[in-house]
């Protein structure tokens, strides 16, 4: 994966063990995150138990220190659909959130919620929408298989009782 030198106001995401952890480049090597509060950086898999906290300290550390031996990208994925605010501003709203303690929550207030409220001023997670998905799918496809073995087992034994009922 060819990395590209990030910009300020940039989204960077961090490959971890089983998911991405979402950061903004504000320059001179140095990013704004959410991180729970006992999160160690670079801790990778660790980070894992960030799912589990309810709150978050918005942090400003180095690229490298967070992003530890986990490969990552510079990827605004989303600048075909929404317009990014200035890089000044998107630099400006993340520093004024440095240091706060804020809300975490998995599905709604996540590090890739708080990313892309920051470059385009709208809240959304991919990773948590396309998880809903696949759940859903999921169990559909649950649900049309018990639906169709609830059948076969309604005309197997409808069968058996006209055989023997002759």
């Known amino acids: 994966m060819a990395l590209v030198k990030p ?56 690229l490298s220190v967070v992003a530890g031996t986990d490969g990552y990208r510079v990827n605004n994925k989303h600048d075909d659909k929404y317009s990014p605010l200035p890089a000044s501003k998107i630099v400006q709203r993340a520093e004024e959130r440095v240091g706060q303690e804020v809300l975490y929550k998995l599905t709604s207030d996540n590090c890739e919620h708080f990313v892309n409220e920051l470059r385009y001023g709208v809240s959304r997670s991919d990773q948590v929408t396309d998880a809903l998905v696949a759940v859903g799918v999921t169990a559909g496809v649950l649900g049309v298989g018990l639906a169709a073995a609830g059948l076969i087992g309604f005309l197997l034994d409808r069968s058996k009782r006209e055989e023997h009922e002759q």
């Open 7 to 62: 910009r300020p106001g940039d989204l960077i995401e961090i490959f971890r063990l089983g998911y991405q952890h979402w950061v903004v480049y504000v320059g001179d090597g140095y990013v704004v995150h959410l991180a729970p509060p006992s999160e160690i950086a670079g801790a990778g898999a660790a980070s894992l138990l960030s799912a589990l906290a309810d709150k978050a300290i918005v942090k400003k550390e180095l």
